[in-house]
């Protein structure tokens, strides 16, 4: 496509319950990465794929978060038993890898309101 | 760790007036990129402007320039004849040189909330 798309726009759920989130990158981008920004937090790193692969999960907060790439391509991630706190903007960017210059394109973000 | 401090949360200026945005950040390595992102209310981020710390010239784009200095670790952004579409969040970024091996992710500041009044 002709950007990062993310869906849903807006996600609104009720704690404890499990949401997905979805990022399509830049046709041909090998590299996505999910940020979550926070009133409190500002803007924090949580995983980073290279393909399908992740080599950098280092701002995952808790094991209820998870991500998966396939095909090189769609990423998804699951937020499972949701709390308040995890209420924020989810980005998602991409960008083509291996070249020192790279630059994330970034999505316009999932916000999440956990009630 | 590396990290970025952006000490204006807000800042106003005068339509067709001249602004600069202060970020400091604080890091060990030599090589490094440095990046200030514009998210305005639609939250989608748009790259303003990219400097590499191994270039001492100062990175230009259009109505936008950035004062790096490298050595008080200072990065700051000016936006010249400013516009009312100019007004956004301001985000400074930093970046590992991928050819030390460091992480892709992103490091950013807290943001600079931009006003443009007419």
């Known amino acids: 496509g002709a950007g990062v798309s993310q869906s849903p726009s807006n996600k609104v759920t009720e704690k404890g319950k499990d949401v997905e989130l979805r990022c399509d990158p830049i046709?041909?981008?090998?590299?996505l990465y999910w940020y979550r920004q926070s009133l409190g937090q500002g803007l924090e790193f949580l995983i980073y794929?290279?393909?399908?692969?992740?080599?950098?999960k280092s701002g995952l907060p808790s094991d209820r978060f998870s991500a998966e790439r396939t095909g090189g391509s769609v990423s998804t991630l699951t937020i499972q038993r949701t709390q308040q706190e995890d209420s924020a903007v989810y980005l998602c960017?991409?960008?083509?890898?291996?070249?020192?210059?790279?630059?994330?394109?970034f999505g316009a973000g999932t916000r999440l309101s956990v009630l | 760790a590396q990290t970025v401090t952006q000490s204006q949360p807000e800042m106003s200026v005068q339509e067709a007036e001249t602004v600069t945005l202060s970020c400091t950040y604080d890091?060990?390595?030599?090589?490094?990129?440095l990046f200030w992102y514009k998210q305005p209310p639609s939250r989608q981020m748009i790259l303003v402007i990219r400097q590499e710390a191994y270039k001492q010239q100062n990175a230009t784009e259009n109505r936008f320039s950035v004062n790096f200095q490298k050595a008080a670790k200072s990065f700051s952004l000016k936006i010249s004849d400013s516009q009312l579409g100019d007004a956004a969040m301001y985000f400074c970024?930093?970046?590992?040189?991928?050819?030390?091996?460091?992480?892709?992710?992103?490091?950013f500041g807290k943001g600079t909330k931009l006003t443009v009044n007419p």
């Open positions: 960017a991409s960008s083509l890898a291996y070249l020192a210059k790279n630059i994330q394109y």
């Open positions: 794929f290279q393909g399908n692969s992740a080599p950098d």
């Open positions: 046709s041909g981008h090998t590299a």
């Open positions: 970024a930093y970046r590992h040189s991928l050819t030390q091996g460091g992480s892709e992710k992103l490091v």
């Open positions: 890091t060990s390595e030599s090589d490094y990129y």
